[in-house]
């Protein structure tokens, strides 16, 4: 229920009689005007104790209601006003407003419609509704009742700042430029709009004009860790890199500040390749393998008239082993850092065209190849010889771009006994192969998120192949190197299908469906995650046939025999591709099971659950 105020006191109600009931309605329509919301306020309860159903007084305050945050009470008294005189449009704007304030889009919609059939000329009908279609990211449609309220003459900030960045969505640069322009004109301290304005210029390449203008929105709001951020990358660009750091700094103690998170400090880095990083610093390298070419299977995906994936022949560079003293390992993806602000990437990470941009120790990356870094204050010292094993965060690209290092570290014999420098957080399963390979976690040395580590002396072999692909050779030693630790299974069955049904992504979503036919070709149907990851090699070790749903447990078919046959369901062929790598290196058959997302399990196809055709998938087992 809408909650009024008391009564007013005796000497209000005294001036108050001297007015017919018009005049008091105009005296509190006067009031709100100026903002007195608890005297307007008082006026309307005095006429509504005389006339319940006076509609004006009742929209009024509903309208009181609303500024004061008191949405629900608004759209009671509104309801109330409507009951009694239906055309009334600042009753169904207001109820729009309190409806959009609850999050209740679909009635802050309908409400505003109504309005505007009443009045169509109504500016803050348009302008509502603009703003209840852009919450609900109708963008497109919003700006169709921006541009409205616009041509009606009133100008707005809320207009100018949505329209530009209607504009900017749609490539339109000069007019997103001129909105926000306007905007600012009305609002010259808005952070956000000046920042949309500097981050609109920065993307033309016009850096001093949005220097300046993240210069001044810092000036006005310089606790703005944001606008910080944003004249930090600006003055980077521009060369300036002292007051960038400087901006970087303060940028970062305010998020410290509201956080509670460990310290960082800001520093400058340079992108530098690994074999010429080795050859400036002088560090002891060993060449452990030639580059080589290989000849590779293709994948075939299923269903696409039998299409096969084709796979380039891909290059084994130069494989070496450095060993650097002095060097920094960052958290995170574990760049490597030197004393001399050397980033090193290619030669030892994959994708190193997108690492700058994805790194969360790189705030930003510049086209001649200097950077803007974040530097946890907290420090790991080890000073004992270590070797770098490398991060990732899926179990897939940890197990073929860092454990595959093992192999190169076991060629040196000075690197044989070293421990091995890990990220924090490893799962079970990367604990327990790790384990498996000899290194238990007293040869471990973890990097926690929040530190760096300053290695004394430090190992690191460049990464041995390309991407979506795996050398033969690291591939095949650590196959041997399991084999010596896990016996093959006797008992075990030879046709697995690896389940994901217990996990929260990326499951089978008709399983029951498809359960009758792996029986009837004979599959056992294996509940990976809940296996030790030794029981799931030596189950894949004696495998015939793999098929399983896109995760970590795909990971480990490289196990399998080099007959065997594997096949991966998954709804995104070409992003799931690498997985084929591991299998078309030892000869494996692989084969893709192209399913439907099931986006009501999630939004994201690389997370959502897979709808596999049951005739095709009986056709594809009958066919083995």
Request: a negative charge; charged letters at 20%.
């Amino acid at each position: 229920m809408a909650v009024l105020p008391q009564p007013v006191s005796a000497e209000y109600r005294g001036r108050m009689r001297s007015h017919s009931m018009d005049g008091m309605l105009e005296e509190a329509n006067r009031l709100l005007n100026l903002g007195d919301l608890d005297h307007a306020e008082r006026l309307l309860r005095e006429i509504l104790l005389h006339d319940a159903r006076m509609a004006p007084a009742l929209t009024l305050s509903g309208v009181i209601a609303y500024l004061r945050g008191s949405s629900e009470a608004a759209i009671e008294l509104m309801n109330r006003a409507l009951a009694i005189n239906p055309d009334n449009p600042v009753a169904y704007v207001t109820c729009g407003q309190a409806y959009r304030a609850l999050g209740n889009l679909p009635a802050a919609e309908q409400s505003l419609r109504h309005a505007l059939r009443l009045e169509p000329g109504r500016h803050d009908a348009h302008l509502n509704l603009a703003l209840t279609l852009w919450s609900a990211g109708e963008h497109a449609r919003a700006g169709t009742y921006f541009k409205n309220a616009l041509l009606m003459g009133k100008k707005s900030f809320q207009v100018y700042f949505y329209l530009g960045q209607i504009h900017q969505e749609n490539g339109e640069l000069s007019a997103a430029e001129e909105c926000f322009r306007n905007a600012l004109v009305l609002q010259p301290k808005h952070g956000e709009a000046r920042l949309l304005l500097g981050s609109l210029l920065l993307s033309q390449g016009r850096i001093p004009e949005a220097s300046e203008e993240f210069e001044q929105a810092v000036s006005d709001s310089p606790g703005e860790s944001s606008l910080r951020m944003a004249a930090a990358r600006a003055a980077f660009e521009l060369g300036d890199e002292n007051r960038s750091l400087a901006h970087l700094q303060v940028a970062f103690v305010k998020s410290d500040a509201d956080t509670g998170v460990a310290r960082a400090h800001a520093d400058r880095g340079r992108l530098c390749q690994f074999d010429a990083w080795c050859q400036e610093q002088q560090a002891e390298s060993v060449r452990v393998a030639r580059e080589q070419r290989h000849k590779v299977l293709s994948a075939t995906v299923v269903p696409s008239g039998n299409q096969g994936l084709d796979i380039p022949e891909p290059n084994t560079p130069d494989v070496f082993v450095a060993g650097l003293n002095k060097c920094s390992v960052l958290p995170g993806d574990h760049l490597l850092f030197s004393r001399g602000n050397a980033v090193c990437i290619a030669g030892v990470m994959t994708r190193p065209l997108r690492r700058p941009f994805t790194s969360p120790q790189i705030i930003h990356y510049s086209d001649d190849g200097r950077l803007l870094m974040k530097i946890p204050d907290r420090q790991l010292t080890v000073d004992i010889p270590c070797a770098y094993l490398g991060a990732a965060e899926s179990f897939f690209d940890w197990t073929f771009e860092c454990v595959t290092r093992i192999w190169a570290y076991q060629q040196r014999s000075v690197s044989k006994d070293v421990p091995l420098l890990v990220q924090a957080g490893l799962s079970r399963w990367q604990s327990e192969l790790l384990g498996l390979l000899g290194y238990e976690d007293a040869r471990l040395i973890r990097l926690a998120e929040d530190s760096v580590a300053l290695c004394d002396e430090l190992f690191v072999a460049s990464l041995s192949a390309p991407l979506n692909f795996v050398a033969p050779f690291a591939l095949e030693h650590l196959r041997r190197s399991l084999r010596k630790t896990i016996a093959a299974g006797l008992d075990t069955p030879r046709r697995i299908f690896l389940t994901r049904q217990e996990m929260p992504t990326r499951r089978l979503a008709n399983y029951r469906e498809i359960a009758p036919i792996l029986d009837r070709h004979g599959f056992h149907a294996i509940p990976a995650d809940s296996l030790l990851v030794r029981e799931l090699l030596q189950m894949i070790q004696s495998a015939e046939i793999v098929v399983g749903m896109e995760g970590a447990a795909m990971a480990n078919v490289f196990m399998a025999p080099a007959q065997a046959r594997i096949a991966m369901v998954t709804a995104d062929v070409v992003r799931a591709a690498r997985y084929c790598g591991p299998s078309c290196t030892l000869g494996q058959e692989f084969t893709f099971l192209q399913g439907k997302p099931a986006f009501e399990s999630n939004s994201r196809i690389s997370e959502c659950d897979v709808h596999l055709d049951p005739g095709m998938f009986e056709e594809y087992l009958s066919r083995l």
